[in-house]
């Protein structure tokens, strides 16, 4: 019997930044429920809320204080339960972040179950995600310990059995609620090198990514607790390989449904370096997307995403989001949508919102940006170099308030928002969703084809004109169907041959019958061939 998240699309939510009730600037739970009837319109069938839980907020709700509480800021618990209710009122389901590699140093645990984190006399060489040593001392334990993150971010320690089983205590809670899920936060963190070794300069990745125990904890977890539901879930695993996926994926090791992969996401980089910005080369992308399609194919499964809160906007990084945004927007949907996958689409890019430009540093709330820029202040490194980097690839460029509207503030919040409005949102807006072509009608389409077609779910993948630098060209087959997806990554004309089949979509108003496809800046066109034809 086929798992209904196969067919499912995944609306991620970050609630900081998506709809404000109170006016205090700050997105909450209630502005999540008010807007269920947007997303229920949009066609989404789950809803991926990013923390809401207790937090002092260090880096904006990944820091857990209270598993079991909310966010003040957010609301209460009853808002939450509300939120739930009415989702599965509307057929959505919902599935909770959950972060279990590490808590806030205000967790009670810190205090009172120290045996619960990792500490050492002598820290090793490891650096933090965040810039810096990835130990720090604390005088009541007269230790360090170990935050792959935040300092205010303690990672967890596994190898003790109790807490382990507390981690499994609260996440049942969580399930019998209600929720349908977990989208488990750097979940391939968890297991680290018990001999905790020096690491070639400071890279601490070998030695917790994929470590040692990763998969007896996932399997335990499983066991305990997973398998007595019908949940969906997705780990957030970097430095993850194929191998490593189908392990983690394949249904009969009872681990996960499907895991978060990196690499596409660090092909505008240089040798794992975020920060340092290369043009994308279509060629890479398109031959790591063709690995991922064909690794767990019929042996795992693929998440499929270009955006999240800590991704920047993808019409602005992979597209054009000036001349051609909507073009640019609508074709990059639809050669993710039609892989096979499940597809995540983060608030705002149904709609086309792009990264933004603030002027100095201070605009800017993100922790991991204003550490890395600090840092390369310090070396020497002149602000006006430093920014290009942040406008390509900081965090908060996908944390900008949501745009309902043209209204002030983009209809977000009648306050002050925590962080500024991109001021693309007079004309980059919700309200803007029935215009004739929207992208968010597109994105639409390209959900009904996905709940339509099974060729979508289950069919193979071959890459086309692999080597084409501007044409990103796939089919799909079935023994039924048979879809040809032809994208112009460029902003040029581009001539190939016109695959076989009847239209079935495309982001221009006309596509000429011809012999061959000339395919104009960022057009997508997708021909199909099978029994509904």
């Given at each position: 019997?086929?798992?209904?998240?196969?067919r499912?699309?995944?609306?991620?939510v970050?609630p900081?930044?998506?709809?404000d009730?109170?006016g205090?600037?700050?997105g909450?739970?209630?502005?999540?429920?008010?807007?269920?009837d947007?997303i229920?319109?949009?066609?989404?069938?789950?809803?991926?809320l990013?923390?809401?839980?207790?937090?002092?907020?260090?880096?904006?709700?990944?820091?857990?204080?209270?598993?079991?509480?909310?966010?003040?800021?957010?609301?209460?618990m009853?808002?939450?339960?509300?939120?739930?209710?009415?989702?599965?009122?509307?057929?959505?389901?919902?599935?909770?972040d959950?972060?279990?590699?590490?808590?806030s140093?205000?967790?009670?645990?810190?205090?009172?179950?120290?045996?619960?984190?990792?500490?050492?006399?002598?820290p090793?060489?490891?650096?933090?995600?965040?810039?810096?040593?990835a130990?720090?001392?604390?005088?009541?334990?007269?230790?360090y310990?170990?935050?792959?993150f935040?300092?205010?971010?303690?990672d967890?320690?596994?190898?003790?059995?109790?807490?382990?089983e507390?981690?499994?205590?609260?996440?049942r809670?969580?399930?019998?609620?209600?929720?349908?899920?977990?989208?488990?936060?750097?979940?391939?963190?968890?297991?680290k090198?018990?001999a905790?070794?020096?690491?070639?300069?400071?890279?601490?990745?070998?030695?917790f990514?994929?470590?040692?125990?990763?998969h007896?904890?996932l399997?335990?977890?499983?066991?305990?607790?997973?398998?007595?539901?019908?949940?969906?879930?997705?780990g957030e695993?970097?430095?993850?390989?194929?191998?490593?996926a189908r392990?983690?994926?394949?249904?009969?090791?009872?681990?996960?449904?499907?895991?978060?992969?990196f690499?596409?996401?660090?092909?505008?980089?240089?040798?794992?370096?975020?920060?340092?910005?290369?043009?994308?080369?279509?060629?890479?992308?398109?031959?790591?997307?063709?690995k991922?399609q064909?690794a767990?194919?019929?042996?795992?499964?693929?998440?499929?995403?270009?955006?999240n809160?800590?991704?920047?906007r993808?019409?602005?990084?992979?597209?054009n989001?000036?001349?051609?945004?909507?073009?640019?927007?609508?074709?990059?949907?639809a050669?993710l949508?039609?892989?096979?996958?499940?597809?995540?689409?983060?608030?705002?890019?149904?709609l086309?919102?792009?990264?933004?430009?603030f002027?100095?540093?201070?605009?800017y709330?993100?922790?991991?940006?204003?550490?890395?820029?600090?840092?390369?202040?310090?070396?020497?490194?002149p602000?006006?170099?430093?920014?290009?980097?942040?406008w390509?690839?900081?965090?908060?460029?996908?944390?900008?308030?949501m745009?309902?509207?043209?209204?002030?503030?983009?209809?977000?919040?009648k306050?002050?928002?925590?962080?500024k409005?991109?001021p693309?949102?007079p004309?980059?807006?919700?309200?803007?969703?029935?215009?004739?072509?929207?992208?968010?009608?597109f994105?639409?389409?390209?959900?009904?084809l996905?709940?339509k077609l099974?060729?979508?779910t289950?069919?193979?993948f071959?890459?086309?004109h692999?080597?084409?630098?501007?044409?990103?060209?796939?089919?799909?087959?079935?023994?039924a169907?048979?879809?040809?997806?032809?994208?112009?990554?460029?902003?040029q004309?581009?001539l190939?041959?016109?695959?076989n089949?009847?239209?079935?979509?495309?982001?221009?108003?006309?596509?000429?019958?011809?012999?061959?496809l000339?395919?104009?800046?960022?057009?997508?066109?997708?021909?199909y061939?099978?029994?509904?034809e």
């Amino acid at each position: 019997m086929e798992k209904w998240w196969k067919r499912a699309v995944v609306y991620q939510v970050y609630p900081r930044s998506f709809m404000d009730t109170d006016g205090d600037g700050i997105g909450d739970l209630n502005g999540i429920t008010e807007k269920l009837d947007y997303i229920a319109e949009l066609g989404a069938d789950v809803i991926w809320l990013s923390p809401v839980y207790d937090s002092p907020n260090d880096d904006n709700g990944y820091d857990i204080r209270d598993y079991q509480s909310i966010m003040t800021e957010f609301g209460t618990m009853e808002d939450f339960d509300r939120l739930l209710a009415e989702a599965h009122a509307r057929g959505l389901k919902l599935i909770m972040d959950l972060v279990i590699n590490h808590t806030s140093d205000e967790h009670e645990w810190f205090r009172t179950k120290p045996e619960y984190y990792i500490w050492r006399d002598k820290p090793n060489n490891w650096q933090s995600f965040f810039s810096g040593t990835a130990w720090a001392y604390d005088e009541v334990q007269k230790g360090y310990y170990l935050h792959l993150f935040s300092k205010k971010q303690p990672d967890l320690n596994w190898e003790n059995e109790e807490m382990r089983e507390e981690l499994y205590t609260m996440m049942r809670w969580w399930l019998d609620k209600g929720v349908d899920g977990f989208r488990m936060d750097v979940i391939n963190m968890i297991s680290k090198d018990p001999a905790f070794p020096e690491a070639k300069d400071g890279d601490g990745n070998p030695h917790f990514l994929n470590g040692p125990e990763i998969h007896r904890y996932l399997r335990e977890m499983n066991d305990r607790v997973l398998s007595h539901y019908d949940i969906v879930t997705v780990g957030e695993m970097p430095g993850t390989s194929p191998e490593h996926a189908r392990a983690y994926t394949r249904e009969e090791n009872k681990e996960l449904n499907m895991i978060f992969t990196f690499e596409h996401m660090e092909l505008d980089q240089t040798a794992r370096e975020k920060w340092n910005l290369k043009k994308l080369d279509l060629r890479e992308l398109k031959a790591n997307m063709e690995k991922w399609q064909h690794a767990l194919h019929e042996e795992g499964w693929n998440s499929l995403y270009w955006n999240n809160h800590d991704q920047p906007r993808i019409v602005s990084r992979f597209g054009n989001d000036g001349e051609y945004r909507v073009e640019s927007a609508k074709m990059l949907g639809a050669c993710l949508h039609f892989m096979q996958g499940t597809p995540y689409i983060y608030q705002g890019e149904e709609l086309g919102m792009t990264n933004v430009k603030f002027d100095s540093i201070e605009e800017y709330e993100d922790i991991e940006t204003r550490n890395m820029y600090s840092e390369k202040l310090a070396k020497g490194i002149p602000p006006e170099k430093i920014m290009p980097a942040i406008w390509a690839k900081g965090r908060d460029n996908a944390r900008t308030p949501m745009q309902w509207s043209n209204e002030p503030n983009a209809g977000f919040t009648k306050g002050t928002p925590w962080l500024k409005v991109n001021p693309s949102y007079p004309k980059i807006n919700a309200a803007c969703r029935n215009e004739e072509g929207s992208i968010f009608s597109f994105y639409q389409s390209l959900i009904r084809l996905r709940k339509k077609l099974e060729v979508i779910t289950n069919g193979t993948f071959t890459l086309l004109h692999r080597e084409h630098p501007a044409i990103f060209a796939y089919e799909r087959e079935t023994k039924a169907e048979k879809i040809t997806v032809c994208c112009n990554f460029s902003n040029q004309h581009q001539l190939i041959a016109r695959p076989n089949g009847k239209l079935l979509l495309s982001n221009y108003k006309e596509v000429e019958e011809q012999p061959d496809l000339f395919l104009r800046p960022y057009e997508t066109a997708v021909f199909y061939s099978g029994p509904a034809e």
